[in-house]
């Protein structure tokens, strides 16, 4: 065989990479085109790989369920097989980076609703800032829906937060729960009632966390299990911003009791509400098979002992502690 022959033979087989890599994000993502926005390449350059790839295995890899492509059962076997490798070599920089300079420089990309950076982190972010100073670490605002399509992208190594749905190609582990409270403004009728139940919420306003966060469908989840119709009167983001309008009388709210301090029983009657409303749990979201960063994992073992302990209030609503 000559060499003009044999060229481009072994650059096609030194490529392989690449398809490899455009498929495994067209699984994860179900989309030719997000695949393509997360491997800033063109959306034809992402089809070309992916037919290269079924003309060199014989074999159909995706099938359309709806406006989703989802691997056939060959394309689950080659994702199952590729996934390690394409993962493995994508994060073998980041890694060599890690060993030759251990926890002393790098980068760590967290992403976390507000929720969780204002109320949860702070004291998480201070242990690690003294533990590993030089770590370049970035919190990244989104609510948990964007910050999965972060985590797939490579935008974030983990994702802290609370899940009500974890997709199957991420791995998340609850590092703590707090109990749902009901906030009325002081004097509400409710707020006296001496056994509360989920009908007697319904029958006022709400004010909560607009639709696309993990608080509004919760609730939503809850009346619509029981067949309760209700009303939210407002929608706005921030529990900050939540309790002072509930504090002016606008409404009522359920907010996770991580979110409440001493101080709020100044100006709201607080009440839990765990028999109504399961708890809220907060944790670690990862990539399955992507290996964590020394990075990643010095942040992970900084959270459980670093962790708030949540407040407790009798059935009154008073903080007992």
């Known amino acids: 065989m000559s060499a003009a022959t044999a060229s481009p033979r072994f650059s096609y087989k030194s490529d392989r990479l690449k398809p490899l890599r455009a498929f495994c994000q067209t699984v994860r993502l179900g989309s030719v085109s997000r695949a393509a926005e997360a491997l800033f390449i063109s959306q034809p350059a992402v089809t070309l790989q992916l037919q290269a790839l079924e003309r060199e295995f014989g074999v159909v890899l995706f099938e359309r369920s709806g406006r989703r492509l989802v ?3 060959e394309g689950q076997v080659l994702y199952e097989m590729a996934q390690p490798l394409v993962e493995n070599l994508d994060g073998l920089a980041e890694r060599f980076r890690d060993k030759i300079s251990g926890l002393d420089a790098g980068e760590l990309r967290i992403a976390a609703n507000s929720t969780t950076i204002l109320y949860l982190l702070p004291k998480v972010v201070a242990a690690f800032r003294q533990l590993h100073p030089q770590v370049r670490l970035s919190l990244h605002n989104a609510i948990t829906a964007d910050g999965t399509d972060l985590l797939r992208s490579d935008a974030a190594d983990l994702i802290v937060g609370s899940l009500l749905d974890v997709p199957s190609d991420l791995s998340y582990e609850t590092v703590q729960r707090f109990e ?3 906030i009325t403004p002081l004097g509400h009728p409710l707020s006296s009632v001496p056994q509360l139940e989920l009908a007697q919420i319904a029958e006022h306003p709400l004010i909560l966390p607009p639709r696309r966060q993990v608080t509004w469908r919760l609730v939503d989840r809850i009346f619509q299990q029981q067949r309760l119709p209700y009303s ?7 529990w900050e911003v939540i309790k002072q309008y509930v504090a002016l009388g606008m409404g009522i709210s359920v907010v996770p009791a991580l979110c409440l301090g001493a101080e709020d029983a100044r100006e709201l009657a607080i009440r839990p509400v765990g028999s109504l409303f399961p708890p809220r749990t907060y944790g670690v979201a ?4 992507r290996p964590l960063s020394a990075q990643a994992r010095a942040f992970i073992e900084c959270i459980q002992p ?3 302990s949540p407040r407790s209030y009798d059935q009154t609503g008073h903080s007992e502690r």
């Not at 939210?232 to 921030?238: A, D, F, M, P």
């Not at 990862?286 to 098979?289: A, C, E, H, K, S």
């Open 71 to 73: 691997p056939s059962r």
């Open 180 to 182: 749902q409270m009901l």
């Open 232 to 238: 939210v009167s407002l929608e706005v983001g921030g």
């Open 286 to 289: 990862v990539r399955r098979g």
């Open 306 to 308: 670093n962790l708030l």
